[in-house]
């Protein structure tokens, strides 16, 4: 396989590309294009790919930590949603593309393989990579669209999980998931991500390293897989969403009018073990969080 340079485009050079692509770089679909080639090489270095790695990339774009993940040794399965930018990554990796993995993910030969989907992350949110290499492990290494990482995320953690994301987030939704209980940005979101997953480490980024520069400030995440991941079922994800939306009511009084019987029993046991009874959601720690499990699946 070819070798090609690390490095992303210089803001000039992906100035270029996109006129000769005749492509504008879309706001709705968070095309941010990374420029900076300390973060492309902090995100693979974070990422600890090797030879034997199978890694999902989310939004592609002009491929700038495609190639990267590619030159690690890593086989790699992306989704873009963008047809324009699709079509440019299927020329530039046309030998990449053009072999059929194993169930190692690898070609026959033991090389590295690029699969390209053209689709919506909601729908795709592992890039297609199959159920039977999935479970034998994967990462995932994105600069994410702002806009879906939320239910994207969402998404990963109702599936099969891998062991370690390096993400690129707008700041504000890193915060909410690395939030602590007490704090403003803790919600239902912070619940779900923090049982199966620990924050390990959380870089700002500046605006500076993406062309076009964004209006919010980004971070980059590296999230591990929890050896006592704790999931919790869609009916019990949907009553802790429900109880978030009234976030400055007190936690009772949304048990007892909750239409999930489990929810009030849950709180009972709750004071049992010492809950203050005008507690409020944000104020609860995610271990009590985690024991609705028992009482709503
Ligand atoms: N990875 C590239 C980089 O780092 O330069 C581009 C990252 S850019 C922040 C986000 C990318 O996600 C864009 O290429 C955009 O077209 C793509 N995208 C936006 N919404 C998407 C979706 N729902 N599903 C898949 N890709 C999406």
Redesign the pocket.
């Known amino acids: 396989m070819p070798e090609r340079s690390d490095m992303?485009l210089s803001p000039t050079a992906t100035r270029e590309l996109l006129e000769q692509l005749e492509h504008f770089p879309?706001k709705k679909?968070?095309?941010?294009?990374?420029v900076d080639g300390n973060i492309v090489r902090k995100s693979i270095e974070l990422a600890e790919l090797g030879v034997d790695s199978c890694v999902v990339?989310?939004?592609?774009?002009?491929?700038?930590?495609?190639q990267a993940i590619l030159n690690s040794g890593a086989s790699l399965w992306a989704?873009?949603?963008?047809a324009t930018?699709t079509e440019h990554l299927r020329i530039h990796f046309s030998d990449e593309l053009n072999t059929l993995p194993t169930m190692t993910g690898r070609s026959p030969e033991g090389q590295p393989i690029l699969k390209l989907t053209e689709?919506?992350?909601?729908d795709?949110p592992i890039a297609g990579l199959p159920e039977a290499i999935a479970v034998t492990g994967y990462k995932i290494v994105?600069?994410?669209?702002?806009?879906?990482s939320t239910p994207?995320m969402d998404a990963v953690i109702a599936g099969e999980l891998p062991e370690r994301m390096v993400l690129?987030l707008q700041k504000e939704a890193g915060d909410r998931y690395a939030a602590p209980h007490g704090s403003k940005t803790f919600g239902a979101i912070s619940i779900f991500l923090q049982s199966v997953f620990e924050v390990h480490s959380k870089h700002l980024v500046s605006a500076q390293c993406?062309h076009p520069a964004p209006k919010v400030d980004s971070v980059l995440l590296r999230l591990d897989r929890r050896t006592d991941a704790i999931r919790f079922s869609q009916t019990a994800r949907e009553c802790i969403r429900r109880i978030f939306t009234q976030r400055r009511k007190q936690l009772g009084a949304l048990c007892k009018n909750d239409p999930q019987a489990g929810a009030l029993v849950w709180f009972n046991e709750l004071l049992e073990h010492g809950v203050h009874p005008t507690v409020r959601p944000e104020e609860l720690p995610i271990e009590h969080w985690q024991s609705i499990t028992r009482f709503i699946n």
């Not at 689709?119 to 909601?122: A, E, F, Q, S």
């Open positions: 992303p879309k679909l968070g095309q941010n294009f990374l990339e989310i939004g592609p774009g002009l491929g700038t930590l495609t989704v873009e949603r963008d930018l689709g919506d992350c909601l795709y994105a600069n994410l669209p702002y806009a879906v994207w690129m993406f």
